[in-house]
């Protein structure tokens, strides 16, 4: 019985020791919270979107989730970077920006939207008999400026979920079976 206590003990302490180090901080903030720069920059960015909420990002958190690196790491009392989630009438999305207001990330997603030629093109040829079930076009931006569609194709009991850029190359395909 002894070596049960322990045993789940020790096994406990790793459990929680683990979930530790991947805890994500943001801390969720106001709109008046957040410094005039950011805010002017948000509405510049988003005309057709409402802010939906703000929060406050670490930097070594921004680099994890979005790649993004070259910030200093979190210092003193002020924060590193603010996202925000977007929503529109046709969107969502999220931004990430510096304390100075300049855009580090965004994502949109824009439902129903008609996908380029080249897309179409590029999945009907490697799928053939496959039908466009969703199609949304992502949009992200920041350092990379990296565009792509994300599309859902399906056939009989098989979907697959593809992101292609603006030239019909497949980066990423995934099987989904139903």
């Not at 100075?100 to 093109?121: N, Q, R, Y």
């Amino acid at each position: 019985m002894k070596k049960f206590a322990v045993i789940t003990g020790l096994a406990f302490a790793l459990c929680v020791s683990g979930y530790g180090q991947s805890a994500k901080i943001r801390i969720k903030v106001k709109e008046a919270e957040i410094p005039a720069a950011v805010a002017q920059s948000f509405k510049k960015d988003f005309t057709n979107g409402q802010a939906e909420e703000w929060t406050i990002v670490p930097a070594t958190l921004v680099a994890e989730e979005y790649t993004i690196s070259g910030y200093d790491n979190l210092t003193g009392e002020k924060p590193t970077a603010y996202e925000v989630k977007v929503k529109g009438s046709n969107m969502r999305g999220e931004a990430v920006y510096s304390q100075d207001g300049k855009l580090l990330f965004s994502k949109e997603v824009i439902k129903d939207t008609a996908l380029p030629a080249t897309v179409v093109k590029a999945v009907s040829t490697k799928y053939p008999g496959y039908n466009f079930t969703k199609d949304e076009e992502t949009i992200r931006q920041g350092k990379s400026h990296f565009i792509h569609y994300r599309v859902i194709i399906k056939k009989e009991k098989e979907s697959r979920v593809l992101a292609v850029d603006s030239d019909g190359k497949i980066l990423r395909d995934k099987r989904i079976v139903l």
